[in-house]
T-cell receptor
Framework: EAQVTQNPRYLITVTGKKLTVTCSQNMNHEYMSWYRQDPGLGLRQIYYSMNVEVTDKGDVPEGYKVSRKEKRNFPLILESPSPNQTSLYFC?????????????FGSGTRLTVV | GQQLNQSPQSMFIQEGEDVSMNCTSSSIFNTWLWYKQDPGEGPVLLIALYKAGELTSNGRLTAQFGITRKDSFLNISASIPSDVGIYFCAGQKAAGNKLTFGGGTRVLVKP
């Protein structure tokens, strides 16, 4: 089944403790992206990647890092999480071939930083 | 970063009612998309619109791409309980480009 898989689904952590949220897709998509979802603000893009070793900032990149060492994986790294990063995070992917529109989303990771 | 203005923010539906929501932007998009998010899940694509003026249906859902390319609306006809969820509009300037999302419309059932 074609899908985007995120782990973990839920995470509670303390301020300053580094964490990584993993994202993997099995559709051979070139484009991958991370969004955060906050009430009333919709989904805002954190980082995106057009292909392996190619990443760029989205609208709200502060406090986050990403890497794209393999095509299928796009982990989101919080080096020193803070409470304002408490949010619902989504990974998404799409193909850059053949004019594909829209993304396939993962099921989300709910992060709480205390 | 740019956001789309989506309204209403929330609405209550009664089974059988028609409901509508819309999305406006200060800039032009070449594709408009409508997603639905169920509790505990990621957004799922409902309808994609590719041409200004286009009207597209998917079952009880109908969406239109505004002539100015700066707005879109979504209608749900004869609503049913499983229509509850959060509906997001999204604009995309070109294939493979980022999606810019509206703030969402939360659809709830009237008590």
């Amino acid at each position: 089944e074609a899908q985007v898989t995120q782990n973990p689904r839920y995470l509670i952590t303390v301020t300053g403790k580094k964490l990584t949220v993993t994202c993997s897709q099995n559709m051979n998509h070139e484009y991958m992206s991370w969004y955060r979802q906050d009430p009333g603000l919709g989904l805002r893009q954190i980082y995106y990647s057009m292909n392996v070793e190619v990443t760029d900032k989205g609208d709200v990149p502060e406090g986050y890092k990403v890497s794209r060492k393999e095509k299928r994986n796009f982990p989101l790294i919080l080096e020193s999480p803070s409470p304002n990063q408490t949010s619902l995070y989504f990974c998404a992917s799409t193909s850059l071939q053949g004019g594909s529109y829209g993304y396939t989303f993962g099921s989300g990771t709910r992060l709480t930083v205390v | 970063g740019q956001q789309l203005n989506q309204s209403p923010q929330s609405m209550f539906i009664q089974e059988g009612e028609d409901v509508s929501m819309n999305c406006t932007s200060s800039s032009i998009f070449n594709t408009w998309l409508w997603y639905k998010q169920d509790p505990g899940e990621g957004p799922v694509l409902l309808i994609a619109l590719y041409k200004a003026g286009e009207l597209t249906s998917n079952g009880r859902l109908t969406a239109q791409f505004g002539i100015t390319r700066k707005d879109s609306f979504l209608n749900i006809s004869a609503s049913i309980p499983s229509d509850v969820g959060i509906y997001f509009c999204a604009g995309q300037k070109a294939a493979g480009n980022k999606l810019t999302f509206g703030g969402g419309t939360r659809v709830l059932v009237k008590p």
